[in-house]
């Protein structure tokens, strides 16, 4: 209804009352008129001035009503000093940035297993600038190979506009024949709101590697591929076509680890061992009926048992193959085995078993690594430990702090540490190693892990320091997984999940801790928690952790 109100002799017409809003609605519709605070104004009404929570029906206002106000008026409310941006008014890049939520892929048929990898590799920041600063070779029509790899790396580091969703595809296609005129695939990813369709990248991919063309069974459309086998070939193709070269190559530094083995025959002791060193780009984790945890599957499948030719004995014979990690890179894959093949059905069928697996990996505590390797990681290991005891201690003294400045009235307590304890409390009470730390004691967060920081630098062996892209202390963060949905291999649905702070890190260093996932599901991008992250374990046909990306502690 329109009411009247007056205020120092004046008179202010076809003013907006709505009775079913409380008393301070109405306030503030009076102080951008008049200018009068509501914390200095009274409003005269029947039986009394109005209150902020009055309720309008018990005064009974009328259409046309005259209510009295009394206050000095301040300063008139200024407008905001940038104008008010509304979201349908705003471009792809400014859309993005507001949300502050990465896009998802369309799923072009069948393609969520080249999704969800290509959302876990792009929680890899070192990737990131090696495909912004990556220059393709001259291409050799000899080296057809070679080249189609190189176009395959750059289709990953680059993307067309995102505003060619909206052209037909024929258009589409004069687009990829001029490569110029593609744009960043990941920096395009962060800078729209409207989920990619890869098909650059997917024809490179099929050019590369025939086997992700393959047609389903019933004819119609392409057939559901391995998200492992696409992991490892597009690492593979990167490493062909030099990404990083001028540093030794990227994915060898970053990504790959250094597997040494050892073959013992066990039934000829006498014939000397022998040992071998290889490069590696995953560990594997074997599922057997006894497999609870992922460490011992990894075990499980470095030390086996396998028959292979003897020279001493001239015959097959069964040898002992024990197999350690003698080089950790920055970046550490983990596959679940979780596909066999099962000749009854003519399929590779799923191993179902709930395998857990950990958020922190320490490598160096599971007997992984060669004792040489061990050796030369422990110092680091051992003080990182006790360093990142000191930084839990105090995120949870900063969650304490934030929730009591949140509650006002003070009814949140942090702690009961200053209470004066009862005679029973003070005689069962036993002194402390360690004082509580308490808010007023907590240093600056990026001073202290600086300082934290450069004592663990001091303590890196001086071999391992010089391997550039090496991991320093045997010690990981799960930052990324893809899952497999469903009981078979060449069906089912593949989701990429990545920790939340790896593509935006916050504020705070520590703060987030990994409480926050995304969940990649093909174009549909949603936060969950990290409890949901681990029921990803297996136990049935939903989403199953299939592929583990493990990123190094950070020191800082």
């Known amino acids: 209804m329109k009411v009247s109100i007056k205020h120092s002799g004046k008179v202010y017409d076809g003013l907006e009352l709505d009775p079913t809003k409380p008393g301070s609605a109405f306030k503030q519709t009076v102080y951008e008129t008049t200018g009068v605070p509501p914390d200095r104004m009274k409003v005269m009404i029947k039986g009394g001035m109005l209150k902020d929570d009055t309720d309008w029906s018990k005064v009974g206002p009328k259409e046309g009503q005259v209510f009295t106000v009394i206050g000095a008026a301040g300063e008139l409310p200024k407008p905001p000093s940038t104008p008010t941006a509304f979201l349908e008014d705003m471009d792809d890049k400014e859309l993005a940035n507001a949300l502050n939520v990465p896009v998802g892929l369309q799923n072009l048929g069948n393609t969520c297993y080249m999704n969800a990898t290509v959302q876990a590799l792009r929680s890899i920041p070192e990737l990131q600038t090696a495909l912004t600063t990556y220059t393709p070779p001259s291409a050799q029509p000899s080296q057809l190979a070679r080249n189609a790899e190189a176009s395959l790396t750059t ?3 680059e993307f067309r506009p995102p ?21 960043s695939l990941y920096q395009g990813m962060s800078k729209t709101t409207e989920p990619f369709p890869p098909l650059v990248f997917l024809q490179g991919l099929r050019q590369v590697n ?14 559901q591929q391995d998200a492992d086998e696409c992991w490892s070939q597009i690492l593979t193709s990167m490493t062909n076509a030099g990404l990083g070269r001028d540093q030794g190559g990227w994915i060898d530094r970053y990504m790959a680890g250094e597997m040494e083995t050892t073959l013992q025959c066990d039934e000829a002791p006498d014939e000397a061992p022998t040992t071998t060193r290889e490069k590696i780009l995953k560990l594997q984790c074997n599922i057997g009926q006894s497999t609870n945890y992922m460490h011992t599957g990894i075990m499980d499948s470095l030390d086996q048992k396998i028959t292979k030719n003897s020279p001493s004995l001239e015959r097959d014979a069964v040898y002992s193959q024990h197999s350690r990690v003698s080089r950790l890179p920055s970046n550490l894959t983990v596959q679940m085995v979780r596909f066999y ?17 950990p958020f922190e990996f320490d490598v160096l505590s599971e007997g992984i690594l060669t004792e040489d390797l061990a050796k030369r990681l422990l110092p680091v290991n051992a003080r990182l430990k006790e360093i990142e005891k000191d930084r839990a201690e105090r995120r949870k003294v900063r969650k304490r702090t934030k929730v009591a ?5 003070g009814d949140v307590q942090m702690d009961d540490s200053n209470a004066a304890p009862t005679t029973a409390d003070a005689s069962a009470s036993e002194p402390k190693p360690k004082a509580e730390l308490q808010p007023g004691d907590l240093p600056d967060e990026k001073e202290a892990r600086t300082k934290e920081a450069d004592e663990l630098r001091s303590l890196i062996h001086p071999d391992v320091a010089e391997d550039i892209g090496a991991n320093v202390s045997g010690m990981y963060d799960l930052v990324a997984i893809v899952t497999h949905k469903g009981p078979y291999a060449d069906g089912g649905h593949y989701i990429g999940w990545v920790r939340k702070d790896e593509l935006q890190p916050p504020s705070v260093p520590g703060d987030s801790a990994g409480d926050e996932w995304y969940k990649f599901d093909d174009d549909k991008v949603s936060i969950v928690s990290q409890d949901k992250i681990a029921m990803l374990d297996g136990g049935g046909e939903d989403s199953t952790a299939y592929i583990l990306l493990y990123r190094s502690k950070r020191l800082d």
């Not at 400045?405 to 009235?409: G, N, Q, V, W």
């Open 155 to 157: 289709a990953l580091g």
């Open 163 to 183: 505003s060619c969703t909206r052209y037909h595809k024929a258009k589409h296609l004069s687009i990829y024949a001029n490569p110029s005129s593609i744009g």
């Open 210 to 223: 025939p086997q992700f063309a393959e047609r389903a069974r019933s004819g119609a459309g392409f057939a």
């Open 341 to 357: 093949w099962r000749t009854d059905i003519g399929k590779k069928a799923k191993i179902m078993r709930k395998v857990k697996f």
């Open 405 to 409: 400045k949140k509650d006002k009235e």
